[in-house]
């Protein structure tokens, strides 16, 4: 699995002011703990970051952070955004202990063409993430779940999907992770009982000449 490099800085002041700060300043605050050490907070240059979280899955990218010239494998563990602006305000990293496995969630990518949808079905996408328990350097960027079998009616389950190596999936075997749906019948609209029912116009009044035309027509002279 490639790694993907991070620079990152130290600092010591904390609090909501110097996060604001940071932030007019360009840089996004952040922290890194991890697995006996005490949480270390730090800052990254916040435009070069997110040119980065373009490029990459981070829910699966093991990052080599760089804090001040000391490097250690990372995790980001949470992101948070501004409520309403396209803003970042905060990240964390877990830092990443050798032979020490982590969780994380993996999406999933459905491939293959149902033989349900051939027939018309519809597939139903329950699940699209896998809870799973793995070696940090073997995390997979997505496992793939061939829906090619699946018939309407039928739908696969959590147990039915073989994982890659060294992968424990935490998610409950009997889960449903998609299934073929029948098509929906259109129905035709049934008269609701106390509904007004549409009648068809009556002529009330003909127009002044045909009333005039329907009149005896006078007697002609001898």
Known sequence: MAITPLTAASRSDRGKGVARKLRAAGRTP??????????RSLSLN????????EKIAYKT???ELDIDGAKSNALIREIQRHPYKKEILHIDFQELVAGEKVTVRVPIAYIGSS???KEGGIIDQIMHEFSIRVDPMSIPSKIEVDITPLAIGRSLHVGDIKMPEGVEVLDD???TICACAAPKEEKAAEPVEGAPVAVEPEVLAKGKKEEEGAEAAPAAKA
């Open 173 to 175: 075997e009997e889960a």
């Open 30 to 39: 952040g922290v890194i703990y991890g697995h006996a050490r005490e949480p």
């Open 46 to 53: 916040t435009h070069e970051f997110e040119l980065l979280l």
């Open 61 to 63: 990218t093991v990052f």
């Open 115 to 117: 033989v349900g949808v």
